[in-house]
């Protein structure tokens, strides 16, 4: 089946510094990729998706100048978190979209924010 | 919008039981329905899908069928394993949406004990 990864899986950072996470289709082409966070016990939210080669579409309450998502290819896309903050922690999955109606989705990445 | 709706966990079962979660969902067009599976610390991985009415995805011992009458999908086991203990995310996805776009319920945590 279609592999996605993230990278890194885990990450600890500062409070004001930013993080990138990507995510890779490794055997597929994906002309779009999801972002989603999933809190503790909870279920994912979307946060954007992304279309290669042109801008993210956000979802309602989403801070784009906070989330900056970059589709640049169409085997990659990038999450980064600006100025992070320890609200920011969360487990962060992308997923690429391969038919219609269905994506794969990578394993995931913890980012702590201290 | 669209909606699932799933059964609240957490659902703790010995093995060999038979399982079931409920889903059900609230969508305007006609969607395709999955069960999606999450282990501890890894994302998730499709389990199985139904794309219209009446259809009865499976895997893995896994079934569910699409009821468009009840809009229901609920999944069933009829005999768990201690491997089968998972986090269970129901979810929908619309044809005319971007390529994969889903709504998730909230997840049914799975416990079974030997």
């Known amino acids: 089946g279609a592999v996605v990864s993230q990278h890194p899986s885990r990450v600890i950072c500062k409070s004001g510094t930013s993080v990138k996470i990507e995510c890779r289709s490794l055997d597929f082409q994906a002309t779009t990729m999801f972002w989603y966070r999933q809190f503790p016990k909870k279920s994912l939210m979307l946060m954007a998706t992304s279309n290669e080669g042109s801008k993210a579409t956000y979802e309602q309450g989403v801070e784009k100048d906070k989330f900056l998502i970059n589709h640049a290819s169409l085997t990659l896309s990038t999450l980064t978190v600006t100025s992070a903050h320890p609200e920011d922690s969360s487990f962060y999955i992308c997923?690429?979209?391969?038919?219609?109606?269905?994506?794969?989705f990578g394993p995931g990445t913890r980012l702590t924010v201290t | 919008g669209n909606s699932v709706t799933q059964m609240e966990g957490p659902v703790t079962l010995s093995e060999e039981a038979f399982l079931t979660i409920n889903c059900t969902y609230t969508a305007t067009g006609y969607p395709s329905l999955f069960w999606y599976v999450q282990y501890p610390g890894e994302g998730l991985q499709l389990l199985l899908k139904?794309?219209?009415?009446?259809d009865k995805g499976s895997n893995k011992g896994f079934e569910a069928t699409y009821r468009k009458e009840t809009t229901s999908f609920h999944l069933e086991k009829g005999s768990v394993q201690v491997s089968d203990s998972a986090v269970y995310f129901c979810?929908?996805?619309?044809?005319?949406?971007?390529?994969?776009?889903?709504?998730f319920g909230d997840g049914t945590t799975l416990t079974v004990k030997p």
């Open positions: 997923s690429a979209g391969v038919l219609m109606y269905e994506q794969y």
């Open positions: 139904a794309t219209k009415a009446d």
């Open positions: 979810a929908l996805s619309e044809g005319n949406t971007n390529a994969g776009k889903s709504t």
